[in-house]
């Protein structure tokens, strides 16, 4: 299962899974084009590519940086997930 993570001005979707045994996470890229969507996917930390349709080496340099500099945040999200502290339950 994947949970929304941000939606960038494009309308770029950025979403990742909780974190899986392996303590890594997955992140899944969607963009809408057409009638249809750019994809790609990568698991943290490594930020390495997979299942990419769509986006050019100038897309993934941008995403890989974006991952990454935001791979803490995405790493707490998606441990919460995995251990149900939802962020809604953590809002006063």
């Avoid at 770029?12 to 992140?27: H, N, P």
């Avoid at 945040?73 to 251990?83: D, G, M, P, S, Y």
Wanted: glycine share 4%.
């Amino acid at each position: 299962m994947f949970w929304s993570y941000v939606q960038l001005d494009d309308g770029t979707q950025l979403a990742y899974s909780e974190t899986r045994d392996d303590g890594t996470v997955r992140v899944a890229v969607e963009r809408p084009v057409d009638f249809s969507f750019d994809h790609a996917e990568c698991f943290l930390p490594a930020v390495y590519w997979f299942n990419v349709e769509g986006f050019s080496t100038d897309d993934l340099d941008f995403l890989t940086e974006f991952v990454r500099s935001n791979a803490p945040f995405i790493f707490e999200l998606a441990e919460r997930q995995k251990t149900g502290l939802v962020v809604s339950t953590l809002a006063p």
